[in-house]
């Protein structure tokens, strides 16, 4: 790929904004259309077209794969442990109004908090199958 | 108007679709795929349904084609030709086609306001939600919030297939690779018996994605 350079040049511009619009569908999905699942798939796509334009071993020395692994867990982990905060505060599992003194508020933050949680795993577990597909080399036909 | 772009998109995901039945080339293929998933988005958007059209778009015809263009570059780009005869296939699908389609009589009218998913939580979500969580996207107050055990659940599937693939694509021979002194190795069946050492050296060798190896990347030349 190293005499590409529309290709090679193009996706180096793109890559960044493809991250923040990730970001924006994230946070604006309580807005707008979006939310955790979407966005965590577009922050994914930014690596892969990273991984299919400068190669694999480059992007896994950008994300190792212990890294997207963790992730994947992470995000459950932290979906899940804001149910058992909100137990531990008195309410039921993931009623996200006792997080904060006016349940409008804690709604915002539990929903913030679990929105994130789905954009690690998804980001984690899309980058990760990528991975394990692109990497088990190839039967040459 | 509305009929218009209705039909349109209706025609053009009809043909996609028989296209891709007709293809032999899977990598044409799994492009008409991704177009598919792109006109399913659409249709998604006409039906106001833009987070399930934006789903569709980023998975659909993003992630998902990625994917498969991925599995094509291990299994090759060209159908086999089937070594059965295809009448028993045809009926069986012909059958569950028509069981399906006589299931969708049941099936209440298309936005149609009687209809009992407007009379259940529905209407308390739409009117309630603005005060009870104060987002003004009720999508996603329902998903997340209304809705939360769902959606933590959905999360840990999505973890669970990665468990599942990885346990998958990790079992099996590994592919052969040639080490740095020639020797032909493989990492888990290798039939003489060898040291600990070697095995080891081995092992880290098929780990590391050594520069000359054939990436993804690298199949598009």
């Known amino acids: 790929m190293d005499d590409r350079v529309i290709l090679r040049v193009g996706a180096k511009i793109l890559i960044p904004f493809i991250l923040v619009f990730a970001l924006y569908v994230q946070f604006h999905g309580d807005y707008g259309p979006g939310g955790g699942f979407q966005a965590g798939v577009i922050f994914a796509a930014g690596f892969v077209l990273y991984a299919l334009i400068y190669g694999l071993e480059n992007v896994k020395k950008v994300l190792p794969p212990q890294a997207v692994y963790i992730c994947s867990a992470l995000g459950v982990l932290l979906f899940a442990g804001v149910g058992y905060v909100t137990m531990a505060l008195g309410g039921e599992f993931l009623n996200y109004g006792v997080l904060a003194h006016d349940p409008e508020h804690g709604q915002h933050y539990g929903i913030l908090l679990v929105e994130l949680g789905v954009l690690i795993t998804v980001f984690g577990v899309m980058v990760a199958v990528f991975y394990a597909f692109a990497g088990r080399g190839r039967v040459d036909t | ?221």
Request: aromatic residues 6%; charged residues 15%; proline residues 5%.
């Open chain 2, 1 to 221: 108007m509305v009929e218009f772009v209705d039909i349109t998109l209706l025609l053009l995901l009809g043909i996609t679709a028989f296209s891709i039945l007709r293809q032999k080339n899977l990598f044409a293929a799994v492009m008409m795929a991704g177009i598919y998933s792109l006109l399913s988005a659409g249709l998604f958007v006409v039906m106001d349904a833009v987070d399930v059209a934006f789903t569709e778009a980023a998975v659909g015809a993003g992630i998902s084609t990625i994917l498969m263009l991925g599995t094509l570059a291990l299994v090759g780009h060209s159908e086999h030709q089937p070594q059965h005869r295809p009448i028993l296939p045809l009926f069986v699908v012909i059958l569950t086609g028509a069981v399906l389609v006589y299931g969708t009589l049941d099936i209440p009218p298309f936005g149609d306001a009687s209809n009992p998913v407007h009379h259940h939580v529905a209407p308390h979500y739409l009117e309630e939600s603005e005060h009870e969580i104060g987002i003004p996207n009720v999508v996603t107050s329902v998903l997340a919030s209304y809705r939360g055990y769902d959606t933590m659940g959905e999360t840990t599937v999505i973890f669970a297939a990665l468990v599942g693939v990885l346990l998958l694509l990790s079992l099996g021979p590994r592919p052969r690779r040639i080490v740095s002194n020639g020797q032909r190795i493989t990492g888990t069946d290798s039939e003489k018996p060898v040291s600990e050492e070697e095995v080891k050296e081995a092992q880290e060798d098929t780990l590391q994605v050594s520069p000359e190896e054939k990436t993804l990347g690298d199949t598009n030349g």
